[in-house]
């Protein structure tokens, strides 16, 4: 069993930047696929982005709306995610997860993962 823990969210300015970190344990980082999700009041939770384990590697992948904003990274080093963030939006509030899968099947879906973090708020002020 994995244990996921977010930090790192906050409120800031729009256009700012914000790096949000989620610390695995359990596990080695590397040996899962790994994302970030966000939820907004009333919204389903949605996928950000992830770095997905394919037959031969890894692909990195993010949803529209934050392509060329935010950059996900790995330090297997530390065991850790990133998420950082930048020239950040108001509709960018969010509640935002940490998520890990067993399984590697490129998936974007909250069912396609199976361990969460307890979220971390991130609220943009205009």
């Known amino acids: 069993q994995v244990q996921l823990v977010e930090s790192g969210g906050g409120l800031v300015q729009a256009g700012g930047s914000l790096r949000l970190s989620c610390t695995v344990s359990?596990?080695?980082?590397?040996?899962?696929?790994m994302a970030w999700f966000r939820q907004s009041p009333g919204k389903a939770r949605e996928f950000v982005g992830g770095i997905l384990r394919t037959g031969s590697g890894t692909i990195i992948d993010y949803t529209d709306s934050v392509k060329g904003r935010f950059t996900i990274s790995r330090d297997n080093a530390k065991n850790t995610l990133y998420l950082q963030m930048s020239s950040l939006k108001p509709e960018d509030t969010a509640v935002y997860y940490c998520?890990?899968?067993?399984?590697?099947?490129?998936?974007?879906?909250?069912?396609?993962?199976?361990?969460w973090g307890q979220g971390t708020q991130v609220t943009i002020s205009s």
């Open positions: 998520a890990a899968s067993r399984r590697a099947t490129l998936g974007r879906l909250e069912s396609d993962f199976d361990s």
């Open positions: 359990g596990r080695t980082v590397s040996t899962y696929d």
